[in-house]
């Protein structure tokens, strides 16, 4: 059985309906990622779980137990929020404490309790110190102690790092990954950052106006997007306007509009005359001032560089194919010493594996 089971929850806002018919199950022990833009309805789901919100309609069920009607206070369930909301004039351990004292726990059982949750987080040192004497990610995982001190089945985070810079989020999402593979806890992260939903979860549910677009592991997502949606949401994707021309078992042809004819995977449905994007990532696309060809595996197109990005690591390059179509390559710049293989108008050559290019019908 499932640890969380959503069954068909609709939330509407007056005439507005932000959670739309939303059937999904978390297992036990899984980072869990709830991935949309703003406004799709991430939080507003979050807040059902937590019982801060009730559902117009359908159910939720946690450990089989259906959770119509209990409070949030009695909810195995807390949440991390943005701000981490820590007591300010309260030490670490009292932070920590305080959870148990509304839940009325016996006051000697509470510093055994605290202490254990500290040694979770691997701050036992910083019992006595305030919340202004820790660093940003110490204070994320006092947060999160006292969000485990109460032993919840479930942890709910609502966007815990986008207050951060760059590099100190990147840090925190390697402690996240690591606490919760210590703590055996199961987590539902709300996030509309596409690279932390990838870097941390067992699976993503891509939500798009109150619906899930796709429910996936993150390289299912990435690499088999189940729309055109989904593929411009998650990474840089090049979405080609194609048609079936052939379908046969293992491989289909697609004419991409204007450019040629391609070959990709069948996608299940697919029939001649059917319409739909080719989407394909920079990273697959081979760049070459002229490529090997004879490869049956590959697909082969004539361009000229438009643009060259320069970002360290890889510069990106976007060609211009015959017809005007713009698609953009990448190169890592690793070994060569060399910035840039190609400048603005450079006649070149792209080819890619044709099962690279995953074909989403409109
Ligand atoms: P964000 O990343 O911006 O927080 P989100 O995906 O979490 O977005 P929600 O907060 O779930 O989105 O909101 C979904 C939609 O429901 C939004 O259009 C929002 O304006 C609307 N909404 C949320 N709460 C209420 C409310 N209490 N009353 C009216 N509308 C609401």
Same mark, same amino acid.
Request: charged share 20%; glycine share 4%.
């Given at each position: 059985m499932a640890l969380l089971e959503i069954r068909d929850v609709v939330k509407t806002f007056g005439d507005f309906t932000a959670v739309n018919h939303v059937s999904l199950a978390v297992e036990a022990g899984e980072f869990f990622t709830l991935l949309g833009p703003s406004g799709c309805g991430k939080t507003t789901l979050l807040r059902m779980l937590a019982g801060f919100e009730q559902p117009d309609s359908g159910e939720i069920l946690l450990d089989g137990k259906n &959770? /119509?009607?209990?409070p949030p206070e009695k909810r195995p369930v807390h949440t991390v929020f943005q701000s981490y /909301?820590?007591?300010?004039? &309260?030490?670490v351990a009292q932070n920590i404490a305080f959870p148990l004292k509304m839940a009325g726990v016996a006051s000697a059982e509470i510093p055994k309790r605290v202490d254990e949750v500290l040694e979770d987080v691997r701050l036992q040192q910083f019992a006595?110190? %305030?919340?202004?004497?820790?660093s940003g990610g110490q204070r994320q995982r006092v947060a999160i102690a006292r969000a485990l001190v109460n032993r919840p089945r479930l942890l709910l985070l609502d966007e815990p790092l986008s207050a951060l810079d760059a590099k100190l989020r990147e840090q925190m999402q390697i402690e996240l990954i690591n606490l919760q593979k210590e703590v055996g806890i199961t987590f539902v992260y709300v996030t509309h950052d596409q690279g932390e939903a990838l870097a941390l979860s067992h699976r993503i549910a891509v939500m798009s106006q109150g619906q899930v677009e796709q429910l996936d592991a993150p390289e299912t997502i990435y690499s %088999?997007?189940?729309?055109r949606f989904v593929a411009d949401f998650i990474g840089q994707c090049n979405l080609l306007d194609a048609t079936i021309t052939e379908v046969q078992p293992g491989r289909m042809k697609v004419e991409i509009e204007g450019v040629g004819t391609a070959e990709a995977l069948p996608v299940a449905g697919a029939q001649v005359g059917g319409k739909g994007t080719l989407t394909l990532r920079p990273e697959k696309i081979k760049l070459g001032a002229t490529l090997p060809q004879g490869n049956a595996d590959e697909v082969h197109f004539k361009g000229r560089v438009h643009d060259c990005l320069y970002l360290g690591d890889v510069t990106i390059y976007i060609v211009e194919l015959d017809n005007g179509t713009l698609v953009e390559t990448m190169l890592p710049n690793s070994g060569s010493g060399k910035a840039k293989f190609f400048d603005d108008n450079d006649l070149v050559e792209l080819a890619w594996r044709f099962d690279a290019g995953h074909f989403v019908l409109a």
């Open positions: &959770m /119509a009607g209990v /909301a820590l007591f300010p004039h &309260m030490t006595r110190r %305030y919340p202004h004497e820790l %088999y997007p189940k729309s």
